[in-house]
């Protein structure tokens, strides 16, 4: 299922392993996500998505295996390291600051790429350095009017737009999606297929998504996910065309789908 | 959150608080002349410098999240920064070479240095961990300083050093006028709290308070979240040792006991008494467990003799409800809730 790259890869993995006890979570896996691209990963449940997410975001080390991102190799860099290189991330579980408004949250993701911040003196709530870039994203993913809510007054679709803005905040190259629609009724996950939609193109995407009609509808390309290994990488009609993906794993959704 | 009080009303509650709480500190000295007890101000004196070690405490506890049980030592490490220059002083010896001091410009500078520096090799080794094990590991770098004090006997060791000066201020600040202390130190407590302030509202406060609410989502947004929390636990730990050099100068004494655990837990008392996360709560908490401790036993020693050494069987319950139904406690009460 190899096929020449559009552009150079701006995320790749080489022989990726990750064994847990005897199980191998991620079983020697080689992965590339071109620049520019909506790249989607499905698989079913235990494939082991999530353990790769974790070595791409570096909070789980691989066994071995290498994982480059930029051309660089970043296997053993930590998390706000690769973060600060362009890596976002944003969780499956949402991951807020409960305690600060939703404008906070995302100016919060400002300041972590607006140089450091041993700055104790100004006043942070006033700079509007951090408020106007934060408030735009605010607006771009349709919250702008719950900007001086607290996080954890928010309702659950909120929360998972605001997940995506503080990723988003951070100008990222790479943005690492974990199940952005988790929990979500149908209205929500609509809107932020649409929201991906306009994403798409300005920022790669790595996808991880259990919704197959968002994921057949958004992706360049998908790679199959099973035991740790890459079943098959294609387009999205390679991928629904394919008879190993049909038996292993799409049967039952290629209907729907 | 810190407390942002609104911007459109001049007088909040909040505000008009302060301003009754500075008035009756600045007040405090003549009213107790006026009343004939001038023990009060040497009384209020100790208050403030408690304080001042418990808004050091709230600025890691309640704002980061760190719950530091060996912040004590920090204090104490400024007492006897104090109490050791002040030994070789008065014996005319020398201290690696150089004379003991004891000008207040020099000593009390050098006491939140060693706060610092007493901070940062503790705070690096126990911010590995969080939770229960960071609990547990400032404890123990706190009880091994105090048995290393208690052991020290160049320096008192159990009996520790007994002060018959204050330190010298330049003219015309005299602090061996009781008055002109507590000035002093109400001084540097406000000059504390205003930076506190300004720390918990800055770029590098937000990182912390980032950080105590979700620390996994900070690294990913690309903060090397241990630097900062480091950081502050140093900053603390100087605003500490200056605690204990005023502590020093309040009570004429330095002993292994300002290091004990039971100290670093009276602080952590006076935080969450007071209102922990709120900066100016701590200097009420650390006002009523003082008060308490002052007239409680001698209160319960009129209805029975012998029975004050218990007083703590009501400090247990004050606290006990303060939690229960004041989650900002004293300041809470008295600033209402927030909007």
């Not at chain 1, 990222?172 to 199940?179: A, T, Y």
């Given at each position: 299922?190899?096929?020449?790259?559009?552009?150079?890869?701006?995320?790749?993995?080489?022989?990726?392993?990750?064994?847990?006890?005897?199980?191998?979570?991620?079983?020697?896996?080689?992965?590339?996500?071109?620049?520019?691209?909506?790249?989607?990963?499905?698989?079913?449940?235990?494939?082991?998505?999530?353990?790769?997410?974790?070595?791409?975001?570096?909070?789980?080390?691989?066994?071995?295996?290498?994982?480059?991102?930029?051309?660089?190799?970043?296997?053993?860099?930590?998390?706000?390291?690769?973060?600060?290189?362009?890596?976002a991330?944003s969780f499956?579980i949402t991951s807020i600051f409960p305690s600060f408004t939703a404008l906070d949250n995302v100016a919060l993701a400002v300041q972590a790429h607006a140089?450091?911040s041993?700055r104790f003196w100004r006043d942070a709530g006033r700079d509007r350095r951090l408020a106007d870039p934060a408030r735009a994203v605010l607006e771009r993913v349709g919250l702008g009017a719950r900007a001086d809510t607290r996080a954890d007054a928010l309702a659950h679709g909120e929360k998972r737009q605001l997940e995506l803005a503080m990723a988003l905040a951070t100008g990222?190259?790479?943005?690492?999606?974990?199940?952005p629609?988790?929990?979500?009724?149908?209205?929500d996950?609509?809107r932020m297929?649409?929201l991906?939609?306009?994403?798409?193109?300005?920022?790669?995407?790595?996808?991880?998504?259990?919704?197959?009609?968002?994921?057949?509808?958004?992706?360049?390309?998908?790679?199959?996910?099973?035991?740790?290994?890459?079943?098959?990488?294609?387009?999205?009609?390679?991928?629904?065309?394919?008879?190993?993906?049909?038996?292993?794993?799409?049967?039952?959704?290629?209907?729907?789908? | 959150m810190p407390p942002t009080a609104p911007r459109t009303a001049?007088?909040t509650r909040p505000r008009?608080?302060?301003?009754?709480?500075?008035?009756?500190?600045?007040?405090?000295?003549?009213?107790?002349?006026?009343?004939?007890?001038?023990?009060?101000?040497?009384?209020?004196?100790?208050?403030?410098?408690?304080?001042?070690?418990?808004?050091?405490?709230?600025l890691?506890?309640g704002f980061g999240g760190?719950?530091?049980?060996?912040?004590?030592?920090?204090?104490?490490?400024?007492?006897?920064?104090?109490?050791?220059?002040?030994?070789?002083?008065?014996?005319?010896?020398?201290?690696?070479?150089?004379?003991?001091?004891?000008?207040?410009?020099?000593?009390?500078?050098?006491?939140?240095?060693?706060?610092?520096?007493?901070?940062?090799?503790?705070?690096?080794?126990?911010?590995?961990?969080?939770?229960?094990?960071?609990?547990?590991?400032?404890?123990?770098?706190?009880?091994?300083?105090?048995?290393?004090?208690?052991?020290?006997?160049?320096?008192?060791?159990?009996?520790?050093?007994?002060?018959?000066?204050?330190?010298?201020?330049?003219?015309?600040?005299?602090?061996?006028?009781?008055?002109?202390?507590?000035?002093?130190?109400?001084?540097?407590?406000?000059?504390?709290?205003?930076?506190g302030w300004r720390l918990v509202n800055s770029r590098f406060g937000r990182v912390i308070r980032g950080a105590k609410d979700n620390e996994r989502r900070m690294a990913a947004l690309g903060y090397?979240v241990?630097?900062y929390?480091?950081?502050?636990?140093?900053?603390?730990?100087?605003?500490?040792?200056?605690?204990?050099?005023?502590?020093?100068?309040?009570?004429?004494?330095?002993?292994?006991?300002?290091?004990?655990?039971?100290?670093?837990?009276?602080?952590?008392?006076?935080?969450?008494?007071?209102g922990i996360g709120t900066l100016?709560?701590?200097?009420?908490?650390?006002?009523?467990?003082?008060?308490?401790?002052?007239?409680?036993?001698?209160?319960?020693?009129?209805?029975?003799?012998?029975?004050?050494?218990?007083?703590?069987?009501?400090?247990?319950?004050?606290?006990?409800?303060?939690?229960?139904?004041?989650r900002k406690?004293?300041w809470g009460?008295?600033a209402g809730r927030r909007p």
């Open positions: 299922m190899s096929r020449p790259l559009l552009s150079r890869p701006l995320l790749s993995t080489d022989s990726l392993v990750k064994r847990f006890g005897g199980l191998a979570a991620t079983d020697g896996l080689s992965l590339s996500v071109a620049e520019g691209e909506l790249h989607a990963l499905i698989g079913p449940n235990g494939a082991g998505k999530t353990t790769l997410i974790g070595q791409l975001s570096g909070e789980l080390t691989p066994d071995s295996g290498t994982i480059l991102f930029d051309g660089r190799d970043v296997t053993r860099l930590p998390v706000h390291k690769r973060a600060r290189r362009g890596l991330r499956q140089g450091h041993f990222p190259r790479l943005l690492l999606l974990d199940e629609m988790a929990g979500m009724g149908p209205e996950s609509a297929v649409e991906l939609q306009e994403l798409k193109g300005g920022v790669t995407i790595l996808l991880v998504e259990h919704d197959m009609d968002a994921v057949f509808a958004l992706a360049d390309r998908i790679t199959v996910l099973v035991r740790g290994k890459d079943l098959a990488s294609g387009t999205p009609a390679q991928i629904r065309n394919d008879p190993a993906v049909r038996e292993a794993y799409l049967g039952d959704e290629m209907e729907v789908a | 001049l007088l008009i608080a302060l301003l009754i709480l500075l008035a009756v500190a600045l007040a405090l000295p003549t009213v107790a002349a006026w009343m004939g007890e001038p023990f009060y101000v040497r009384l209020a004196t100790r208050i403030l410098v408690f304080a001042l070690a418990a808004v050091s405490l709230d890691i506890l760190m719950v530091s049980f060996g912040h004590a030592a920090f204090v104490g490490i400024g007492g006897y920064v104090v109490g050791i220059l002040f030994a070789h002083q008065s014996d005319g010896s020398t201290l690696f070479g150089l004379p003991g001091t004891v000008n207040g410009l020099v000593v009390w500078p050098l006491a939140m240095l060693a706060g610092a520096l007493a901070a940062l090799p503790v705070g690096a080794i126990s911010l590995r961990t969080s939770g229960v094990p960071f609990i547990m590991i400032t404890l123990a770098f706190a009880q091994m300083l105090f048995y290393l004090m208690t052991g020290l006997k160049a320096y008192g060791g159990d009996d520790g050093i007994a002060l018959w000066s204050r330190s010298t201020l330049p003219a015309p600040l005299n602090i061996a006028d009781h008055t002109t202390f507590y000035y002093v130190v109400l001084g540097l407590l406000v000059a504390a709290l205003v930076l090397p241990t630097r929390k480091l950081a502050a636990f140093v900053i603390a730990g100087a605003l500490a040792g200056l605690a204990g050099a005023l502590l020093a100068n309040a009570t004429m004494f330095v002993g292994p006991q300002y290091l004990h655990w039971s100290r670093s837990g009276d602080l952590i008392v006076m935080v969450v008494l007071g100016i709560g701590p200097v009420l908490g650390a006002a009523a467990l003082l008060l308490l401790e002052e007239f409680v036993p001698e209160l319960m020693d009129l209805a029975h003799a012998g029975l004050g050494e218990h007083w703590k069987i009501v400090l247990g319950p004050v606290l006990i409800l303060l939690v229960l139904y004041a406690g004293l009460v008295v």
